[in-house]
């Protein structure tokens, strides 16, 4: 499985920026889709996940109402829309794919350890 992010860059705050992440090697029409960030010397952090066929998305309290997770699966990829920036949301953001196929309510679709396979990050940074 091979993930490939894009999209980030320099912005101010205030501003947008539109993360994709192209996937192959898995069908990814059966697999939910995460977002996570890591920012110098801090952990990685969950931010968005949607579910296989867009059922449901979650989302990180601190990105709530300014992010939005989307998917399209004849593209295979998945997208972060990211407006109203903050200097807070700097970090390396990565795109995971979930370890389960389809859908359970038993999934947190949050935890780190419940994606199996990641992209290598994309930096966002957000100037003040």
């Known amino acids: 499985v091979q993930l490939q992010a894009s999209g980030g860059g320099l912005v101010q705050a205030g501003g947008s920026l539109r993360l994709s992440c192209a996937a192959s090697?898995?069908?990814?029409?059966?697999?939910?889709m995460g977002w996570f960030r890591q920012a110098p010397g801090k952990e990685r952090e969950f931010v968005a996940a949607?579910?296989?066929?867009?059922?449901?998305?979650y989302y990180a309290d601190s990105v709530k109402g300014r992010f939005t997770i989307s998917r399209d699966n004849a593209k295979n990829t998945v997208y972060l829309q990211m407006n109203s920036l903050k200097p807070d949301d700097t970090a390396v953001y990565y795109c995971?794919?979930?370890?389960?196929?389809?859908?359970?309510?038993?999934?947190?679709?949050?935890?780190?350890?419940?994606?199996?396979?990641w992209g290598q990050g994309t930096q966002v940074t957000v100037s003040s």
């Open positions: 949607i579910t296989y066929n867009s059922g449901s998305t």
């Open positions: 090697g898995r069908t990814f029409s059966n697999y939910a």
């Open positions: 995971a794919t979930y370890r389960a196929a389809y859908y359970s309510q038993s999934y947190s679709y949050t935890r780190i350890s419940e994606f199996d396979y």
